[in-house]
C-alpha cells in the first residue's frame, strides 16, 4: 500500500534511499486521481467512499485509516495510492471481495456497502514497494493499450506498491539521442526490437529482433508511456525507469573514432550490444542526451533501473567501480537525488561495482531473497540498502505457486534484525495475470507488522476471493496452501512446468531449460484443490475471481496428469509393450483434449487474446506480420534461427497452457512424435526424428487468425477434468501452519535465466 511522495514532489528528489525523513511536513495532494480510479475499478459503488489527503505520521510512513458506516466509507491516506490501498485493505477485510490480477469478486458487494467494525490504521513497515520486472512488457503482453496498463497501475495501488518499472516506449531516448552520434533513424529502428522482444535489448542481451520497427510504432508506443508515467504520477506512486549505463551498437566506435567499447560476446545464442566504457569522457555526453531526451517525453522521476554487465556480460579492461561511479554521477547529474534500483541476481550487483557507487543512492531488488537458504544480504551488498524480492513466475507460464512459507517467515527475520538494510519489498514475477493469490500475500508483507500467519491468510483470501466465506473454497486454498502455495526455497522460487508444453521427449523434465526438473509440491493438493471448488456454493460460482481460479485449478491439475503419465508411457516403450503404450498415449491425447476445452472457457485462457491488439500498432501489413510473428515466436521458438532457439536453449521458455497453442501446436508436435516412436515400435526400428524446430517456426510465423471469443461454460469443463481424473489417493488433510513455520531445506539448484 503505496507511496514515497505526494503527488506534488513525485519528480523531486527522494529525501534518502530508505524513505522520507521522520517528521517531514504533511503536503497537500489532489484526492481526484484516486476517485478517478475507484471508479473504474468499483463504478457502481465508488460514490460510497469519502476520500481524505491526511498528513505523514512522523515516523515517514505511508499510512491509511478506514473507518464508516453503512455506505458511508471513509478513507484517509498519505498519497492517492495509499488511498486506494486504504479501500483494498476495506474490500477484502470487511466487504469480501477481491480485485486481483487477474478476476474480481466485486459483483458480489451489496448495494449499500457494510460498515467498518473499528477503525483500522494500516502502516506500511517498508518505504519501497516495488512491482514488476524487466521481462514484464514481453512476457505479460507487449501489445497491450493504456487501458490495460492503467488497470494493472489501480490494482497495483489497491494492493499498496509505490515504485512501478515502467518500459513501455523506453527505445524512445536512445531512438532519439543516438541520432547525435552517427546514427540516421532508419538504422537505430532497425536495431531497436520489435516489442516483445525489447526487454532483453534494454539489457543489454540482444537488438534487432523483429526489426525494423516504424516511426508510427515508436511513436504509439512512446505515446503510451508518457501516459503510463503520467498516470503513476498522479496516483503519487514512483514510474522506475530505464536509465542509461552504456549500451550502444556493435559498431558505435566505428562512428565515433577513439570511444572506448567493449564488446559483449553472446547471450544465448544472440549478439549483444556493446558497452561504452563509462569512465571514457564520451559517455557523459551520450547519456546527457539520453536523459534530456527521455526528460522531454516521459518527465523526470526519483528512482532508475540499470543493470550493468546483466547475465554473462564482460568488463573487459574497465575499472568496475570507477565505472560505476561514473553511471552514477550521469544519472544524478541528470536527475539529483535520484535511485539507482539494480537486480540482485546470479553474482549482481558485485562488490566492485557497489565500492564505486554512493550506496545511500542505491536500492537492490534482490531476485533471489525466496530461492537459497543461508543468504546473507547484509554482508553481500555491504549495508546497501535493499528490497526483499522473488520472482514466482519465469517467462510468464501459466502455472501457479511460491515459495510464501519462505516469504513470511525470512522478510520478518530479515526486516527486523538488527542494523538491518531491508527497505523494501520487490514483487517481480516474469509476467504478470496467472498469480493473483502469490501478488496479494506478497504485497500483504510491506503492511504487516508482524509475520503474517499463513493459515489465517489463506482462510482470509478464499472469503474475499469469492464475495464470501464458503466452506469448500476454504477447504480448497488451505490445500493449495500446503501445496504449490507452501514450496520451499530449494534452489527455485517457481513451481515445475507441466509437460504438455514441453518438448517432446520421454524423459522430458520441463518446458523451459531452467526450470525445475522435478515436482516440488504433492499433486494431490491441487486435485483436492479443484473438488473443494467444485463444492462451493452457487452463489461464490457466478465471480469472475471463481470462474478464472477453477479453470487455472483444474488446468494445473492436468498439467500434474501429464508428468504421472509420461513415465507410464516411456515404460511401456522401453519394454516393447504396444498395447500398452497405445492405450497411454490415448490417455494422454484424451488429456490434451480436456486441457483445451477447459481452457477455451475463459479469455484469459486464449492464445488469441494475447496476438489479437497486434495489428492496432502496426504502420503496414509488413510490419503487422512481423510484429505477430514477434509475439508468437515469444512464446514458442523465442529465437528466430535454430542456434538462437535450440542451441541457446531459449524455445518454450514461455510455454503457455492456453487454447489455440494447446491444440494449434504443442498437441500435433506430441502426435508427431508419438506416431514415430509408434512406428518404431511396429517395425522394429529407431524412431525417424521430428523437426521440432520447424514445426514451432510454422506456428510462429503462421498468420491465421485465432479465437478471441471463449466457448463452453468452465464449471462443466472443469468437473469433466475432475470426473475423468479421480483422486489416485486421499490427499493428506491440510494442517493449520503455525505462525512463523517455515518450510524449507537447505539445497542449492541451479539459477533460472531472467
Same mark, same amino acid.
Given at each position: 500500500?503505496?507511496?514515497?511522495?505526494?503527488?506534488?514532489?513525485?519528480?523531486?528528489?527522494?529525501?534518502?534511499?530508505?524513505?522520507?525523513?521522520?517528521?517531514?511536513?504533511?503536503?497537500?495532494?489532489?484526492?481526484?486521481?484516486?476517485?478517478?480510479?475507484?471508479?473504474?475499478?468499483?463504478?457502481?459503488?465508488?460514490?460510497?467512499?469519502?476520500?481524505?489527503?491526511?498528513?505523514?505520521?512522523?515516523?515517514?510512513?505511508?499510512?491509511?485509516?478506514?473507518?464508516?458506516?453503512?455506505?458511508?466509507?471513509?478513507?484517509?491516506?498519505?498519497?492517492?495510492?495509499?488511498?486506494?490501498?486504504?479501500?483494498?485493505?476495506?474490500?477484502?477485510?470487511?466487504?469480501?471481495?477481491?480485485?486481483?490480477?487477474?478476476?474480481?469478486?466485486?459483483? +458480489?458487494?451489496?448495494?449499500?456497502?457494510?460498515?467498518?467494525?473499528?477503525?483500522?490504521?494500516?502502516?506500511?513497515?517498508?518505504?519501497?514497494?516495488?512491482?514488476?520486472?524487466?521481462?514484464?512488457?514481453?512476457?505479460?503482453?507487449?501489445?497491450?493499450?493504456?487501458?490495460?496498463?492503467?488497470?494493472?497501475?489501480?490494482?497495483?495501488a489497491l494492493h499498496g506498491f509505490d515504485e512501478v518499472l515502467v518500459t513501455v516506449g523506453a527505445e524512445q531516448p536512445y531512438h532519439r539521442a543516438l541520432q547525435r552520434f552517427g546514427y540516421s533513424s532508419a538504422e537505430l529502428r532497425a536495431w531497436i526490437p520489435a516489442p516483445a522482444h525489447q526487454p532483453w535489448w534494454l539489457l543489454q542481451n540482444m537488438s534487432g529482433f523483429g526489426g525494423p520497427v516504424s516511426e508510427h510504432l515508436v511513436a504509439a508506443r512512446t505515446a503510451v508511456g508518457r501516459r503510463v508515467c503520467e498516470q503513476l504520477r498522479a496516483l503519487g506512486m514512483t514510474p522506475v525507469l530505464p536509465g542509461y549505463f552504456g549500451t550502444v551498437p556493435a559498431d558505435f566506435a566505428a562512428r565515433n573514432p577513439g570511444a572506448a567499447v567493449v564488446p559483449q560476446g553472446t547471450w544465448t545464442a544472440f549478439a549483444r550490444d556493446s558497452w561504452l566504457d563509462p569512465t571514457d569522457p564520451l559517455f557523459a555526453r551520450v547519456a546527457e542526451a539520453y536523459y534530456t531526451a527521455q526528460r522531454e517525453v516521459f518527465g523526470d522521476s526519483a528512482m532508475y533501473k540499470?543493470?550493468?554487465?546483466?547475465?554473462?556480460?564482460?568488463?573487459?579492461?574497465?575499472?568496475?567501480?570507477?565505472?560505476?561511479?561514473?553511471?552514477?554521477?550521469?544519472?544524478?547529474?541528470?536527475?539529483?537525488?535520484?535511485?539507482?534500483?539494480?537486480?540482485?541476481?546470479?553474482?549482481?550487483? +558485485?562488490?566492485?561495482?557497489?565500492?564505486?557507487?554512493?550506496?545511500?543512492?542505491?536500492?537492490?531488488?534482490?531476485?533471489?531473497?525466496?530461492?537459497?537458504?543461508?543468504?546473507?544480504?547484509?554482508?553481500?551488498?555491504?549495508?546497501?540498502?535493499?528490497?526483499?524480492?522473488?520472482?514466482?513466475?519465469?517467462?510468464?507460464?501459466?502455472?501457479?505457486?511460491?515459495?510464501?512459507?519462505?516469504?513470511?517467515?525470512?522478510?520478518?527475520?530479515?526486516r527486523t534484525a538488527p542494523g538491518s538494510a531491508l527497505s523494501g519489498i520487490a514483487f517481480m514475477p516474469e509476467g504478470t495475470g496467472s498469480d493473483p493469490a502469490a501478488l496479494a500475500l506478497f504485497a500483504d508483507?510491506?503492511?504487516?507488522?508482524?509475520?503474517?500467519?499463513?493459515?489465517?491468510?489463506?482462510?482470509?483470501?478464499?472469503?474475499?476471493?469469492?464475495?464470501?466465506?464458503?466452506?469448500?473454497?476454504?477447504?480448497?486454498?488451505?490445500?493449495?496452501?500446503?501445496?504449490?502455495?507452501?514450496?520451499?526455497?530449494?534452489?527455485?522460487?517457481?513451481?515445475?512446468?507441466?509437460?504438455?508444453?514441453?518438448?517432446?521427449?520421454?524423459?522430458?523434465?520441463?518446458?523451459?531449460?531452467?526450470?525445475?526438473?522435478?515436482?516440488?509440491?504433492?499433486?494431490?493438493?491441487?486435485?483436492a484443490a479443484l473438488d473443494g471448488l467444485l463444492r462451493a456454493a452457487p452463489e461464490r460460482r457466478g465471480t469472475d475471481a471463481y470462474r478464472f481460479d477453477l479453470v487455472n485449478v483444474a488446468r494445473q491439475a492436468l498439467a500434474d496428469e501429464s508428468r504421472r503419465l509420461l513415465p507410464l508411457i516411456e515404460r511401456a516403450y522401453t519394454e516393447g509393450d504396444l498395447r500398452a503404450f497405445r492405450s497411454l498415449v490415448g490417455r494422454w491425447t484424451a488429456a490434451e483434449a480436456e486441457l483445451e476445452r477447459v481452457t477455451a472457457t475463459d479469455s484469459r485462457f486464449l492464445v488469441g487474446s494475447w496476438l489479437a491488439r497486434v495489428p492496432d500498432w502496426a504502420a503496414a501489413p509488413a510490419e503487422r506480420d512481423r510484429l505477430r510473428y514477434d509475439a508468437r515466436s515469444l512464446l514458442t521458438t523465442w529465437g528466430g534461427t535454430r542456434a538462437e532457439s535450440e542451441d541457446g536453449g531459449l524455445h518454450d521458455y514461455a510455454a503457455r497452457e492456453w487454447s489455440g497453442l494447446v491444440s494449434g501446436l504443442y498437441a500435433k508436435r506430441w502426435a508427431a512424435y508419438f506416431a514415430s516412436l509408434d512406428?518404431?515400435?511396429?517395425?522394429?526400428?529407431?524412431?525417424?526424428?521430428?523437426?521440432?524446430?520447424?514445426?514451432?517456426?510454422?506456428?510462429a510465423h503462421s498468420t491465421a487468425p485465432d479465437p478471441t471469443t471463449p466457448v463452453g461454460d468452465p464449471v462443466e469443463a472443469a468437473a469433466a477434468v475432475a470426473a475423468n481424473h479421480p483422486m489416485v489417493g486421499p490427499s493428506r488433510p491440510p494442517a493449520p501452519a503455525p505462525a512463523g513455520t517455515v518450510r524449507a531445506r537447505a539445497t542449492a539448484g541451479s539459477e533460472g535465466r531472467e
Open positions: 500500500m503505496p507511496v514515497l511522495l505526494p503527488l506534488l514532489l513525485v519528480c523531486a528528489a527522494v529525501a534518502s534511499a530508505v524513505g522520507p525523513a521522520p517528521g517531514a511536513a504533511p503536503a497537500a495532494f489532489d484526492t481526484a486521481p484516486a476517485r478517478a480510479a475507484l471508479g473504474r475499478l468499483l463504478p457502481g459503488r465508488a460514490a460510497q467512499f469519502e476520500l481524505t489527503a491526511g498528513a505523514r505520521p512522523a515516523d515517514g510512513a505511508d499510512a491509511f485509516t478506514v473507518s464508516g458506516t453503512a455506505g458511508a466509507i471513509r478513507v484517509r491516506g498519505t498519497s492517492p495510492a495509499t488511498l486506494l490501498a486504504g479501500v483494498g485493505w476495506y474490500l477484502r477485510t470487511v466487504a469480501h471481495a477481491d480485485i486481483g490480477l487477474p478476476g474480481d469478486s466485486t459483483a +458480489t458487494l451489496p448495494p449499500v456497502l457494510p460498515p467498518v467494525p473499528a477503525a483500522h490504521t494500516g502502516s506500511a513497515v517498508v518505504p519501497h514497494r516495488y512491482a514488476l520486472n524487466d521481462t514484464d512488457a514481453g512476457y505479460s503482453g507487449a501489445y497491450r493499450g493504456f487501458a490495460e496498463y492503467q488497470h494493472e497501475i489501480d490494482v497495483l540499470m543493470d550493468p554487465l546483466h547475465e554473462g556480460g564482460t568488463a573487459g579492461g574497465v575499472d568496475v567501480p570507477a565505472a560505476a561511479g561514473a553511471i552514477q554521477r550521469a544519472l544524478l547529474t541528470a536527475h539529483p537525488g535520484a535511485v539507482w534500483a539494480v537486480l540482485g541476481w546470479e553474482h549482481n550487483p +558485485t562488490a566492485a561495482l557497489l565500492a564505486g557507487v554512493d550506496r545511500r543512492r542505491m536500492l537492490i531488488v534482490d531476485g533471489l531473497s525466496d530461492r537459497y537458504d543461508g543468504l546473507d544480504r547484509e554482508g553481500d551488498w555491504n549495508g546497501t540498502p535493499y528490497a526483499f524480492g522473488t520472482i514466482p513466475n519465469f517467462g510468464g507460464k501459466t502455472t501457479f505457486g511460491a515459495n510464501t512459507g519462505v516469504w513470511t517467515g525470512r522478510f520478518h527475520r530479515w508483507l510491506a503492511w504487516s507488522p508482524a509475520e503474517i500467519d499463513r493459515a489465517a491468510w489463506f482462510t482470509a483470501y478464499a472469503a474475499a476471493r469469492y464475495g464470501g466465506a464458503d466452506t469448500g473454497a476454504a477447504a480448497a486454498w488451505a490445500q493449495l496452501r500446503d501445496g504449490p502455495y507452501g514450496m520451499p526455497s530449494d534452489g527455485w522460487s517457481e513451481p515445475q512446468d507441466g509437460l504438455f508444453t514441453a518438448r517432446p521427449s520421454l524423459t522430458a523434465a520441463t518446458s523451459g531449460s531452467w526450470s525445475p526438473p522435478r515436482t516440488r509440491f504433492d499433486p494431490a493438493t491441487v486435485r512406428d518404431a515400435l511396429t517395425q522394429h526400428t529407431r524412431p525417424v526424428p521430428v523437426d521440432f524446430f520447424a514445426l514451432d517456426d510454422a506456428w
